[in-house]
């Protein structure tokens, strides 16, 4: 865990008036700073529309890492660390370690999403030309990390003053 995290878990006071929200950054400037997590979803996946066109909607990464940091937003070190716990004990139950995805606690939030599977009839030929075409072949098709590259955007932790990035 990073030394700023571990004096914040210290201090209860001091965490309880942490205004904690979420931000989208592309190229170094903010151009998304919602209060929701439906409000990162949404304007990401307007995001993605407009880049790639047809493409699978990252709805449920967006989701999962914003309901987190929305809901505890206000609340003290020992109920941050309390619900990342419940957090990561409930999703270690939903997916398989080995192909899902992990969260892990620190300067850094890591959401390794487990890559989708392109079958036929379900993504044409031409949608199969075109992700190759963007660099999204293989097990980088439909990643969430490979998109996030392609729109050249990531999210950050706003803690006070300081960002700290959401690494996906």
């Known amino acids: ?71 505890v937003k206000g609340k003290n070190a020992l109920e941050i660390k309390e619900a990342y716990n419940k957090l990561v004990a409930k999703e270690a139950k939903i997916k398989d370690p080995e192909n899902g995805y992990y969260l892990k606690t620190g300067y850094y939030i890591y959401v390794m999403e487990e890559t989708y599977n392109l079958w036929e009839g379900i993504y044409s030929k031409e949608d199969i030309e075109h992700y190759d075409k963007l660099g999204l072949t293989n097990e980088w098709r439909q990643n969430t990390q490979a998109l996030m590259k392609l729109l050249n955007i990531e999210f950050e932790l706003v803690l006070d003053d300081v960002n700290l990035p959401l690494a996906i």
């Open 1 to 71: 865990m990073h030394p700023y995290m571990k004096e914040l878990m210290k201090d209860p006071i001091y965490a309880a008036k942490q205004e904690i929200k979420i931000q989208v950054v592309q190229d170094g400037k903010v151009i998304i700073e919602p209060n929701s997590s439906e409000v990162i979803r949404e304007k990401v996946n307007e995001m993605l529309e407009t880049k790639i066109g047809s493409y699978p909607k990252l709805d449920s990464e967006c989701e999962r890492i914003a309901e987190f940091i929305v809901s």
